[in-house]
């Protein structure tokens, strides 16, 4: 779990160090920012979609999944609940950034990848070279959004763990395959945060993170039938 702590810890820094900067940029440069954030987002989005589309051995998978997952998300209401809990600080687009830079710190392939080679091999390159990257990125975005981008180091700490003891318990589940697909639902998660922060189409990303839950169902369905 050393690979994860660090990345936490790089996440809460940066977060840290980014949100007393925020305190010196003009609206107009925030306005930036923003900007940036959003193409970044709807770029790493595609790109994790392309790279990963073609290997898919399911490709309808990923359809049922969204339409899936956003009927979930809607009833649960993540979006509105996280909403509320933006009003407790001072930005009241911490929602929209909080749930961007969430999708960037955990469904990138480092983040997926990191703690299943920590786990069964003790290495934890992928998680240091993760760590390096999300240091730079909650600069960005506390610098953007505020202090509260740190709760996402609360929600890498978890996904990362959970990763961790699955792939301690249950090595033989999490796939290949398992992953390309994560790898697509996530991709396009990512790229919908990006259209919301840019205001081309409020896509609710928060609403369909349960839609990455049905990939991991279906390939354990199918691992307990084969």
């Given at each position: 779990?050393?690979?994860?702590?660090?990345?936490?810890a790089?996440?809460?820094?940066?977060?840290?160090?980014?949100?007393?900067?925020?305190?010196?940029?003009?609206?107009?440069?925030?306005?930036?920012?923003?900007?940036?954030?959003?193409?970044?987002?709807?770029?790493?989005?595609?790109?994790?979609?392309?790279?990963?589309?073609?290997?898919?051995?399911?490709?309808?998978?990923?359809?049922?999944?969204?339409?899936a997952?956003?009927?979930?998300?809607?009833?649960?209401?993540?979006?509105?609940?996280?909403?509320?809990?933006?009003?407790?600080?001072?930005?009241?687009?911490?929602?929209?950034?909080?749930?961007?830079?969430?999708?960037?710190?955990?469904?990138?392939?480092?983040?997926?990848l990191?703690?299943?080679?920590?786990?069964?091999h003790?290495?934890?390159?992928?998680?240091?070279?993760?760590?390096?990257?999300?240091?730079?990125?909650?600069?960005?975005?506390?610098?953007?959004?505020?202090?509260?981008?740190?709760?996402?180091?609360?929600?890498?700490?978890?996904?990362?763990?959970?990763?961790?003891?699955?792939?301690?318990?249950?090595?033989?589940?999490?796939?290949?395959?398992?992953?390309?697909?994560?790898?697509?639902?996530?991709?396009?998660?990512?790229?919908?945060?990006?259209?919301?922060?840019?205001?081309?189409?409020?896509?609710?990303?928060?609403?369909?993170?349960?839609?990455?839950?049905?990939?991991v169902?279906?390939?354990?369905?199918?691992?307990?039938?084969?």
């Amino acid at each position: 779990m050393i690979g994860t702590i660090v990345n936490t810890a790089t996440i809460l820094l940066g977060s840290f160090i980014g949100s007393i900067a925020k305190k010196g940029i003009k609206e107009e440069y925030k306005g930036a920012l923003f900007t940036a954030m959003g193409l970044a987002a709807t770029a790493l989005g595609i790109n994790a979609i392309v790279n990963h589309l073609p290997d898919s051995e399911y490709p309808v998978l990923f359809i049922i999944s969204l339409a899936a997952g956003s009927l979930i998300g809607t009833i649960i209401d993540i979006e509105g609940r996280f909403q509320r809990l933006s009003k407790r600080f001072s930005s009241s687009d911490l929602g929209q950034g909080l749930s961007t830079a969430t999708l960037i710190f955990c469904i990138g392939t480092l983040s997926i990848l990191g703690p299943i080679e920590s786990a069964l091999h003790g290495d934890h390159t992928f998680l240091f070279t993760n760590a390096t990257l999300d240091f730079v990125t909650s600069m960005v975005f506390a610098s953007a959004y505020g202090i509260g981008i740190a709760i996402a180091a609360g929600i890498l700490f978890c996904w990362q763990g959970a990763i961790y003891l699955i792939a301690s318990l249950l090595g033989a589940v999490i796939s290949t395959e398992l992953m390309t697909e994560l790898s697509i639902v996530g991709g396009i998660l990512i790229a919908s945060s990006g259209l919301s922060i840019l205001g081309i189409k409020d896509c609710k990303t928060m609403n369909l993170l349960p839609s990455l839950l049905i990939p991991v169902i279906w390939f354990l369905i199918k691992k307990f039938f084969s």
